[in-house]
């Protein structure tokens, strides 16, 4: 089975830098995702991972470490729209699931 | 504007109401989903359909009924819902099932049983 958790809540200042981790217990997946969730909006899509690594993608940056059941997405020079909550999926083998985790909200503060 | 569109985007409904959720995609996608995201709970999800076949049914009660009658529209009709169904429901999108293609999600539908 998959069990994916995120910390509930975090806090941060404008201009920051926040690190959201995921930690997953899944027997096999082929990617792992990230989404953005506005208070009353729809989930967007921010980044996917398959390999390990850092993917980067102007001011929001995933990693992913498989061996370490690990990925996280690092929100650089935060700004006050970034408060919303964040999302982490991933998409067992062989399925079309997504298996979401709780998610995070993150507040940004002036 | 998603690409997704979800109506009605509130709805408050008795038990002993029938109602039908809406969901309509021109992505030319060919995979739609429903979700359910209640408060502090992952989201869940309900049904898959792939080229208008429903794949997957993740032991959702008899009360949630869904139907796909073609590649861009998705219903889901409600019957003698219970209080602790009241969530948003989430309807998705995606290019191709068992691929490795992001969701594209509506705003959903802000349900309320009383």
């Known amino acids: 089975g998959q069990n994916i958790d995120q910390p509930t809540e975090m806090t941060a200042t404008e201009g920051a830098i926040v690190q959201i981790n995921c930690t997953y217990q899944?027997?096999?997946?082929?990617?792992l995702f990230w989404y953005q969730q506005h208070a009353g909006e729809a989930p967007t899509f921010l980044s996917y991972?398959?390999?390990?690594g850092l993917e980067e993608k102007g001011r929001f940056s995933s990693f992913l470490s498989r061996s370490k059941g690990y990925s996280y997405l690092l929100l650089k020079e935060l700004q006050m729209k970034d408060s919303a909550s964040y999302l982490c999926?991933?998409?067992?083998?062989?399925?079309?699931?997504?298996?979401f985790g709780t998610g995070t909200r993150l507040q940004v503060f002036p | 504007e998603t690409g997704v569109t979800q109506t009605p985007r509130h709805l408050v409904m008795g038990m002993t109401n029938k109602k039908s959720l809406k969901c309509e995609q021109h992505?030319?996608?060919?995979?739609m989903y429903w979700y359910k995201q209640s408060a502090k709970k992952p989201l869940e999800l309900m049904f898959v359909?792939?080229?208008?076949?429903?794949?997957e049914n993740n032991s959702v009660p008899s009360r949630f009924s869904p139907e796909c009658p073609n590649s861009s529209h998705l219903f889901l009709h409600l019957h003698t819902l219970q209080p602790e169904d009241s969530a948003l429901y989430l309807c998705?999108?995606?290019?191709?099932?068992?691929?490795?293609?992001?969701?594209?999600f509506g705003s959903g539908t802000r349900l309320t049983v009383v």
């Open positions: 991972n398959v390999l390990d």
């Open positions: 999926a991933v998409r067992p083998y062989n399925t079309d699931k997504l298996i």
């Open positions: 899944t027997s096999g997946f082929n990617g």
């Open positions: 359909y792939s080229l208008e076949e429903r794949v």
């Open positions: 992505l030319g996608h060919n995979a």
């Open positions: 998705a999108s995606s290019q191709a099932w068992g691929a490795d293609y992001g969701y594209t």
